[in-house]
């Protein structure tokens, strides 16, 4: 079991108790949309953000980016870090039929992929990746944004990478930050540094 220092926001109690046997930590479910009307849960996310840390660990589904970038506004302070899981198609154990997108939640991953969730966040890691970040000029550059066909590129690399479809340029941009350099980066894109 891993002791994670940072307090966990999950969209519901099936994702809380998956993650409860798998790290110990503050774990908080944001019950769904409840969320955008509990004033007294949003303020004990602040108080982690702020004190501890949270990591927001949503589904990958269009829900669970919405309650993701909701909470990205409405906790101006603290260290807020994204984690993510993969498109993974299927059906939880405990429901009848899959979601509308035909997704599995943070309830439904293999440890594995949750344990590798944190990873890429740079949460289990030791060391920090040191230089220069990786920017919006290097996902340019790289075709990743602003360019044709840059969804389709972009798309190809989060499914590489085991990252949900669902994130953003910016959203990429966070991660890959995470979890990499930006030598990695480049070398991995195939171009050369500026």
């Known amino acids: 079991m891993l002791q994670i220092s940072q307090a966990i926001i999950v969209e519901g109690k099936y994702d809380k108790i998956k993650l409860s046997s798998l790290v110990k930590a503050v774990i908080i479910p944001t019950h769904g949309f409840r969320i955008f009307k509990d004033a007294e849960l949003l303020e004990l996310i602040r108080y982690y953000a702020?004190?501890?840390?949270?990591?927001?660990?949503?589904?990958?589904?269009?829900?669970?980016f919405r309650i993701r970038n909701y909470l990205k506004g409405a906790v101006p302070e603290g260290d807020v870090r994204n984690l993510y899981i993969p498109d993974v198609f299927g059906k939880e154990k405990r429901k009848e039929k899959?979601?509308?997108?035909?997704?599995?939640?943070?309830?439904?991953?293999?440890a594995e992929i949750l344990y590798e969730a944190?990873?890429?966040?740079?949460?289990?890691t030791e060391e920090v990746p040191s230089g220069e970040p990786i920017t919006k000029t290097d996902l340019y550059l790289a075709g990743l944004n602003g360019t044709p066909g840059c969804t389709e590129r972009r798309h190809a690399l989060q499914k590489e990478l085991g990252l949900p479809s669902g994130l953003t340029a910016g959203g990429?941009?966070?991660?890959?930050?995470?979890?990499?350099?930006?030598?990695?980066?480049?070398?991995?894109?195939?171009?050369k540094g500026g």
Not at 52 to 59: F, M, P, Q, V
Not at 172 to 191: G, I
């Open 50 to 64: 702020v004190t501890t840390g949270i990591l927001i660990l949503t589904d990958s589904d269009r829900a669970g």
């Open 98 to 110: 899959p979601s509308a997108e035909g997704k599995l939640g943070v309830e439904g991953m293999e």
């Open 118 to 124: 944190f990873r890429k966040a740079g949460v289990l």
């Open 172 to 191: 990429l941009l966070e991660v890959l930050n995470a979890m990499m350099t930006r030598e990695a980066f480049l070398k991995m894109t195939d171009r």
